[in-house]
């Protein structure tokens, strides 16, 4: 009996020792899960603030490229300031306008889909109601605040080639400072974005910069071969 005894306590004390090991590593490992939770919030929040940058710079660069590229095309059959700085003006209007009540409508889109979908949420969990209503609200996006934005960020790139243009009255230093301005200016946007994005910055600028050139040299080229076939 004794012996039985001596045998259970010495299988009882491991058994003991691994149960304190395994209920000390838990606090550790939950420890870990708290800190890599709490910087898993901080990256998703610098995540959100970088994707409303990172729009706010393509949006300039949408700018910039259609009313560089609608100069250039005014500027390939008509050598007059007048005429291409109107132009300028009449896109960058039209453009930030456009881009305002698109971004409007789809950002519109989006919160009555995400509205929809927290009623159907609230009514199949009335507790989910009283606990996150609040903090849901405050997610939702907000269609005035992107078409602002929106309509600021393209106006500001189309701002470059304008102010580039507005002093310089021969037409074909006008036309090469608008053109170099313009990359420039794309190779700063282009930048911007990558650093934004996390993505290759050298690559991000020679894409952009090539885009914008393919946009200017188009447009520019099929306005000249139409005023040369009297079209």
């Not at 304190?20 to 603030?49: C, F, L, P």
């Not at 609608?70 to 209007?93: C, E, P, R, T, Y």
């Not at 509205?115 to 606990?131: D, F, G, M, P």
């Amino acid at each position: 009996m004794a012996a039985s005894l001596d045998t259970q306590n010495k299988n009882e004390m491991p058994l003991k020792h691994v149960v304190i090991h395994m209920h000390g590593t838990s606090d550790a490992e939950a420890e870990k899960v708290t800190q890599g939770t709490e910087g898993n919030n901080n990256s998703t929040d610098y995540s959100q603030r970088a994707q409303w940058l990172r729009a706010a710079v393509l949006g300039a660069n949408d700018g910039l490229v259609s009313v560089a590229s609608l100069m250039m095309g005014v500027g390939a059959v008509n050598k007059d300031i007048a005429a291409m700085l109107l132009a300028g003006f009449a896109g960058l209007i039209a453009g930030a306008c456009s881009m305002a009540i698109g971004e409007f409508v789809s950002v519109y889109t989006q919160l009555d889909i995400e509205v929809a979908q927290i009623k159907r949420e609230r009514e199949l969990n009335n507790e989910l109601e009283t606990r996150e209503g609040g903090s849901e609200e405050e997610k939702l996006p907000n269609p005035f605040q992107a078409a602002i934005a929106s309509a600021v960020a393209f106006s500001v790139g189309a701002a470059v080639p304008l102010i580039a243009a507005v002093f310089i009255r021969e037409y074909k230093i006008r036309v090469g400072v608008v053109a170099a301005v313009s990359s420039l200016a794309l190779l700063v946007f282009g930048g911007v974005g990558a650093v934004l994005g996390k993505t290759p910055v050298r690559r991000s600028c020679i894409r952009v910069l090539i885009g914008g050139w393919l946009a200017m040299a188009i447009t520019f080229g099929l306005t000249k071969l139409i005023s040369l076939k009297g079209m």
